[in-house]
């Protein structure tokens, strides 16, 4: 039987409309942060599209929710369209090959296209010529996708698990009649683990900024920035230690300051420290005297529901806190353990935001629009744990991330590490809201003629979304990704308990932040400040 036309418009119109605001999103981002003088369209727009494939991956999730609560009744029976199982497979087909289209074009995304645009925009000599670039930054490439062919083969080769816990369980019966669903080919395999392997990569990112910015925003609405006048004393005492550095040299190297090396480069680093302390001064002043102005004045008055915005913020933390602590303790009391991928088939203990997901699939398309607020968060927790901590590599701080004062290269590795957060936040919305991204609000009839929440001990007669199938595949196939997931999860609670902590003790932010670094010593400072 051919499906309904509501439910392709509905799903996969929702589906577009989400596609076009995240490509909107991902224009405004990328333009926010990039350097107008040193940007380049082509590096732009390979950070625009990649993030809204990356996006678009995401909001599938809610699509197919969409798709499988909608094959059957409240009363747990199935909708004449849907009684066929050509039917139901065709329409989740759809989704299980949009899933890998987009999983495809990721992988593409980081390890092909933007580590080549990384370093082919990594020389600005204008003598190197374009063939040259092009070899350099090939060489480069080839090590990125050497790397991922060889996951790609640990994938296709590695075995996976394919032996339920014992004992009679249908669940778990019914979880490997899933994975069979999905393919058993080494190419999907292969596919699956790369992602398991970016996914968990994405997690240590979430780590190490979303649980940061996760706290740092609270705190930073509450307390403000610094006041320009402490700062500008600050400024003056940092010139006066400066002056003192550079008499003391003098007197130490005397006659011999023009031949002596080390004299020149401590020379030119207290000249560099006066060039920053006399642009801090410029911007600090100009601040300063716009603050005197009506406008500012009127703008305290924004203070009282900076500090109710900071309050939701924060219960909004507390949620999701105690959600994902929910979900953890639910696995460690109920799942079969490591070698299961710590996989419940069944959720025991209640979680908040699946209960209120749930409840809200009742009215289309609130749950649609709790779970992008949901991925909205995180995604500014994560950047405004990037933009206070930078790019970061084997403990060098590459990058760092200021509005409109960021080269094509810190915007490309920007966008590759949200690109992980984003691929890993699949897997934090799978614990902050399991069953919902199960089976959604789905119902099934018992033998005993009772209606009850679709679970997994509920067999054919309910439909687990492609989502979970995948997700699935993550966790119980290759175990071992499962079990990192969850331990990961554990330390994410801790370091957000320890976020606050340093968000706490941190001094409050510069009234200039973003605007002076040492990293741009050579640019004009021509362009007025924003206040």
Excluded at 137 to 143: L, Q, V
Excluded at 274 to 287: A, F, K, N, P
Excluded at 450 to 474: D, H, N, W
């Amino acid at each position: 039987m051919d499906v309904p036309p509501y439910v392709p418009i509905v799903g996969w119109g929702g589906f577009g409309l989400i596609f076009l605001v995240s490509g909107l999103f991902s224009i405004i981002y990328i333009r926010h942060y990039r350097n107008k003088r040193y940007s380049v369209c082509s590096s732009t727009a390979t950070a625009v599209i990649s993030l809204m494939v990356t996006l678009s991956a995401l909001a599938l999730a809610p699509v197919d929710v969409f798709v499988v609560s909608v094959m059957k009744e409240p009363d747990g029976s199935f909708k004449t369209w849907a009684s066929d199982n050509a039917t139901r497979e065709r329409v989740e087909d759809a989704i299980l090959y949009t899933y890998y289209t987009l999983y495809a074009l990721i992988v593409t995304f980081l390890y092909l296209i933007i580590p080549f645009a990384i370093f082919f925009y990594e020389e600005d000599d204008e003598d190197i010529s374009i063939a040259t670039r092009v070899c350099r930054a090939s060489k480069f490439t080839i090590c990125f996708l050497g790397f991922a062919v060889i996951i790609l083969l640990a994938g296709a080769f590695i075995p996976v698990n394919s032996k339920p816990p014992s004992g009679d369980h249908t669940a778990w019966v019914e979880i490997e009649y899933l994975l069979h669903s999905l393919g058993d080919t080494k190419g999907e395999n292969a596919l699956c683990f790369l992602i398991s392997f970016i996914s968990l990569l994405g997690l240590i990112a979430i780590i190490v900024y979303t649980s940061y910015g996760m706290m740092v925003i609270p705190i930073d609405l509450i307390r403000g920035r610094r006041d320009t006048e402490d700062e500008l004393r600050d400024i003056n005492n940092r010139r006066e230690r400066n002056q003192e550095r550079r008499q003391r040299l003098e007197r130490r190297y005397g006659d011999r300051r023009t031949s002596a090396g080390r004299y020149r480069d401590q020379q030119d680093e207290l000249e560099d420290e006066e060039m920053l302390i006399q642009r801090s001064e410029r911007h600090l002043t100009v601040l300063r005297d716009s603050n005197k102005s009506f406008i500012h004045r009127c703008s305290l008055l924004w203070w009282p529901f900076r500090v109710a915005i900071a309050v939701i913020i924060l219960m909004m933390d507390a949620l999701i806190l105690v959600s994902l602590l929910l979900t953890c303790l639910d696995k460690a009391l109920h799942s079969d353990g490591p070698k299961t991928g710590y996989n419940l088939s069944k959720s025991v203990l209640p979680n908040p935001i699946d209960l209120i997901l749930l409840l809200c699939q009742e009215v289309f398309p609130l749950d649609l629009i709790i779970f992008v607020i949901i991925l909205m968060f995180f995604m500014w927790a994560s950047m405004a744990g990037i933009k206070k901590i930078g790019i970061w590599f084997c403990c060098l701080k590459m990058y760092r991330i200021r509005p409109h004062r960021t080269r094509a290269q810190g915007v490309l590795f920007m966008c590759m590490v949200m690109m992980y957060i984003l691929m890993a936040l699949n897997i934090v919305m799978f614990t902050l809201a399991p069953d919902y991204l199960s089976f959604g609000n789905q119902r099934y009839i018992t033998n005993a003629n009772e209606t009850k929440s679709c679970t997994f001990e509920a067999g054919e007669e309910c439909i687990p979304t492609v989502t979970r199938a995948l997700l699935t595949q993550f966790t119980y196939s290759f175990w071992f990704f499962g079990a990192c997931y969850y331990w990961v999860t554990w330390l994410f609670i801790g370091i957000i308990l320890v976020s606050v902590v340093i968000a706490l003790l941190k001094k409050p932010t510069s009234a200039i932040e973003g605007a002076v670094d040492s990293s741009d010593l050579e640019d004009s400072d021509d362009e007025p400040i924003q206040t």
